[in-house]
């Protein structure tokens, strides 16, 4: 059975650091592309970063030098090192896995998801 389960949300203060997780069962991570999204309540879901297969990167303008995307092949786990938090980056995140993702931000491209982890910014 192909299975994602994130893990690291939680509760932290503006400037504080996280560092998400995404554990992959029943398929190798790197044959994929590996996303990770956000939805805030009453919002959309947003594309935050992605890891191709051949190790490329991508990251949202909203997170571009806080934000850290990486893979542990040897743990089949992807990870996301989120650094410089602000309120705004409060929502569940989720991780996500595609084979054929020719546009980073398209949930739609992504055919596996983990349940997500709720991650929130307070003072």
């Known amino acids: 059975q192909l299975q994602l389960v994130e893990s690291g949300g939680g509760l932290v203060q503006p400037g504080g650091s996280l560092r998400l997780s995404c554990a992959a069962s029943?398929?190798?991570?790197?044959?994929?592309?590996i996303g990770w999204f956000r939805q805030a309540p009453g919002k959309e879901p947003e594309g935050v970063s992605c890891?191709?297969?051949?190790?490329?990167?991508y990251y949202a303008d909203s997170v571009k030098g806080r934000f850290t995307i990486s893979r542990d092949n040897a743990k089949n786990t992807v990870y996301l090192q989120m650094n410089s938090l602000k309120p705004e980056d409060t929502a569940v995140y989720y991780c996500?896995?595609?084979?054929?993702?020719?546009?980073?931000?398209?949930?739609?491209?992504?055919?596996?998801w983990g349940q997500g982890t709720q991650v929130t910014v307070s003072s």
């Open positions: 029943g398929f190798t991570l790197d044959h994929f592309t």
């Open positions: 996500a896995a595609g084979t054929i993702v020719t546009v980073a931000t398209n949930p739609r491209l992504y055919d596996y």
């Open positions: 890891i191709r297969s051949d190790g490329s990167t």
